[in-house]
């Protein structure tokens, strides 16, 4: 099962990096970015961020932790904040899959997430920053079943 999960976060890099590869503009000198890779904390996840365009981004993520794993895609709309440069807010839609194993049995379950966050670009620097709140309902048998608001949190992401 992790196999499979590492399997699908190394696709998912390589698809972003082939992608960004294709575009010429250095995104890593303004305070915009097209994709970004890093890690986010609660609970631990890999996250890439690539722009489809200048205010819409995909978001994939992948949660390991001790009794499981959860591969999260997520939809962003983005908006400036005018006063602060660099600085965006962004909210949208996703879906998950989680894999679980507990000591009363594993189990797979899907779901559906919302993300509200703010996101934040060193001018000058390949670093973003983002800290958000990912509320989820989640279906499934044996684990997580209804909603759960304690997903989200703050992300460290390198720029190219």
């Known amino acids: 099962m992790r196999k499979e999960l590492f399997l699908c976060v190394i696709v998912l890099l390589i698809a972003?990096?082939?992608v960004s590869a294709q575009k010429r503009t250095n995104y890593n000198t303004s305070e915009s970015y097209q994709t970004a890779l890093g890690v986010k904390f609660y609970?631990?996840?890999i996250t890439i961020k690539h722009?489809?365009?200048?205010n819409t981004a995909l978001e994939g993520l992948g949660y390991f932790w001790e009794r499981g794993g959860r591969i999260t895609g997520l939809y962003e709309i983005h908006g400036n904040?005018?006063?602060v440069a660099g600085l965006k807010w962004y909210i949208g839609p996703g879906a998950h899959l989680g894999f679980y194993n507990t000591k009363y049995g594993g189990g797979t379950s899907i779901g559906v997430d919302g993300v509200l966050g703010l996101d934040?670009?060193?001018q000058g620097a390949p670093i973003n920053l983002s800290l958000d709140w990912q509320p989820s309902f989640e279906f499934g048998n044996n684990y997580g079943n209804g909603f759960s608001g304690n997903w989200?949190?703050?992300a460290i992401r390198y720029t190219f």
């Open 51 to 54: 722009f489809i365009n200048d």
């Open 152 to 154: 989200g949190g703050f």
């Open 120 to 122: 934040y670009k060193f």
């Open 81 to 83: 904040i005018n006063d």
């Open 43 to 45: 609970p631990g996840a």
């Open 16 to 18: 972003a990096t082939s």
